[in-house]
């Protein structure tokens, strides 16, 4: 701790992604990355983008791609706000809507980060514990003092939430926003976008990173009421004009465009899940009923930091999180078919061990 911190600085409590190891015999299965690469139109569109406009600061409004994401989303630009990947998107949206003294509610078991915005900004929060079957229990969101974010599907348990359960929190919390980060969305078999039009407390929270294969670029958005993306772009124009630059720009219109590419991804990443599930659940494990690109189980036997370790050893990284409520269980990435005959392989001659 310095003296030369500022009051903020100092409650600061970080997050800690998952490693970024690099290399010729890693497989990488623990952050939620796509193992597919992105449209090879982003590529294109790169290349395009890498001229002598790059001398030139970008749109500041970030048109083109606002454009297409309304679009693709059925919506009009006055309902889209884009951000440098939807982690920064949230950090906006905790300040624009969330107030320092207003306890906001999220599960227990959810994205790490939201209790670090919370920190940061001053804004206490409750963590609503999940039923024993890690489903949320609308009821517990109802009639919050300062508003609520969960992410739908969840993460990491991977449990998606009906829209009609969604909704009645949205419906009981009409003086608050209410977020839905949907960063798996594209692998479940329902949005809350429809909602948008209906209640204007909704906030729902999308990202390139996952179903679009592209983590690396920082692209993320948001879709609401146009008076809420107002309260997003009066934060973005406080703290920096240009969070999305040209190149990136062009890179994520091209993908959003090119929903046939997208569409191709999720369907073979869904058609692995349902056989990864199996695999697991032929090795014991329970496994919960997943609709993102992830799994996210626990083993009778075999404590799930031994499986963790052990994979580790042979170059294999899955999650694990060593919480009082979590520290059983795992959550693995869906790979290609292939990354996932290699995790198997390691995975049965380890639980063979450890029985
Ligand atoms: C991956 C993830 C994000 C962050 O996505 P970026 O757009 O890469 O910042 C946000 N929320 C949840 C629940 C995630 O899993």
């Not at 290399?23 to 294109?44: A, C, F, Q």
């Not at 990202?207 to 772009?233: D, F, M, Q």
């Amino acid at each position: 701790m310095s003296k030369f911190w500022s009051s903020m600085a100092k409650r600061a409590k970080p997050y800690v992604p998952g490693e970024q190891v690099e290399g010729p015999n890693i497989l990488k299965l623990n952050t939620n990355e796509n193992p597919y690469p992105p449209s090879p139109k982003v590529n294109d569109a790169m290349k395009n983008a890498t001229n002598h406009a790059l001398r030139l600061y970008p749109s500041p409004t970030v048109d083109s791609l606002r454009e297409a994401i309304a679009q693709e989303q059925g919506v009009t630009k006055d309902h889209v706000f884009v951000g440098n990947g939807s982690d920064e998107v949230l950090a906006f949206s905790f300040m624009a809507f969330f107030e320092p003294g207003k306890m906001i509610r999220f599960p227990n078991i959810t994205y790490s980060f939201y209790p670090v915005y919370a920190t940061l900004f001053d804004i206490p929060f409750e963590e609503v514990p999940l039923q024993d079957d890690f489903t949320i229990l609308p009821e517990s969101f109802f009639q919050s003092e300062g508003g609520v974010i969960f992410p739908n599907p969840n993460a990491p348990t991977s449990v998606f939430l009906p829209l009609e359960k969604v909704e009645t929190i949205i419906e009981q919390n009409q003086d608050h926003v209410v977020m839905i980060d949907e960063a798996y969305v594209d692998f479940a078999s329902a949005s809350a976008l429809s909602l948008v039009h209906t209640y204007d407390n909704v906030l729902v929270i999308q990202t390139l990173s996952k179903s679009r294969a592209l983590a690396g670029l920082r692209v993320g958005y948001a879709i609401g009421n146009p008076e809420l993306i107002e309260g997003l772009s009066r934060i973005k124009d406080s703290v920096n004009s240009y969070t999305i630059d040209r190149v990136a720009m062009a890179a994520a219109t091209a993908a959003i465009k090119d929903e046939t590419y997208t569409k191709e991804l999720t369907t073979k990443i869904i058609q692995t899940r349902t056989s990864v599930t199996k695999q697991l659940e032929d090795l014991n494990f329970e496994v919960l009923p997943s609709q993102t690109n992830f799994v996210f189980a626990t083993h009778p036997s075999v404590p799930a930091q031994v499986i963790y370790e052990q994979l580790k050893e042979q170059g294999i990284l899955i999650r694990f999180f060593n919480t009082e409520l979590l520290h059983n269980h795992i959550r693995i990435t869906i790979g290609t078919e292939e990354e996932m005959k290699q995790f198997f392989t390691a995975l049965k001659d380890i639980i063979s061990k450890n029985i």
